[in-house]
């Protein structure tokens, strides 16, 4: 009221004017500090929050240095180490691209058949977000977002439409705008080559351990070898059947045994009774006729049982 906060504005104004003057009159003023010099009064200004005195860039001459997670359009990866581009064409940042600004042709061979690299790879700038969903989702960390801002053109078709040869950068690019990104992207990558490299040399292990037993099984005589388990189990089966056989048959002589003691007790136990009669022939016939009578009664209950055992 009454003016006071206009001039509390307009002291705050001359005290940053006091400020800048007195940062332009050293000799290496503030926003200068730590910056890049490129020659022909063109420089990288490192523009820090704290700074202090002028914040104006004077552009194009000066740029400001940009964060490493700044992101315009993407850039397509060519791998040094490999001597390939990183890209299969498996077209995963094309469906997923919210504008629908990317397009690949998959590459074939002589025979016509596909192949896992692009033929063309095509970018609209002038549709693009800059969302980076591309580089997000591509499995091979082929597709990266770059830093290069500087994209006007007189027509906006076909100068913005960018191909496969103008999105192409090498490894090394990437490495310099993306530094911390990179070193952990191959970190990542290290550890799953160790990885992948363990359970190749274990497998590798395992099957010379198999090759090596298949050769001893080999060496073996015939006699010693060990059956499958299909004829093991047949076996154990042989077994147990001849077992229950034997336990069957062992029952059966027993019962015999027993018909066959009563037998020779009846014998006995009537011996007295006929032992008068034998000074005659006919009773000696007579009682032969018996014994063979009781040993055929004896027999034949041993039979029936036996059969009787079998079902």
Partial sequence: MFGIGLLKGLGVTLKHTLETF????????????????????????????????????????????????????????????????????????????????IWIVRDSDANGKPVTRPSEFYIDA?????????????PFDAIKMNHDYELAVFDRYPQLVYDMEELTVPLEYYAALWPTQYATEQEQRRKDEEEKKAQEEAKARAAEAKAAKAVAVAAEPAAERKTSSAEELKRKAQERAAAKTAVVAGKVDESAAVVSAAVVSAAAATAPAVAPVAAGDADGDAKKTRMEELKRIAQERARQRKAEAGE
């Fill in 126 to 138: 002038a549709v693009c977000m800059s969302c980076s969903f591309c580089v997000e989702f591509c």
């Fill in 22 to 101: 007195t940062d332009d009159r050293q000799q290496v003023p503030d926003r200068y500090r730590n910056s890049i010099e490129l020659g022909h009064g063109r420089r990288i200004i490192n523009q820090p929050i704290d700074q202090e005195g002028l914040l104006t860039i004077q552009y194009p001459e000066e740029k400001r240095q940009l964060p490493e997670r700044f992101r315009y359009i993407p850039m397509l990866i060519w791998d040094s180490e490999k001597n390939e581009d990183r890209c299969t064409a498996c077209g995963i940042c094309a469906k997923v691209c919210p504008p629908q600004c």
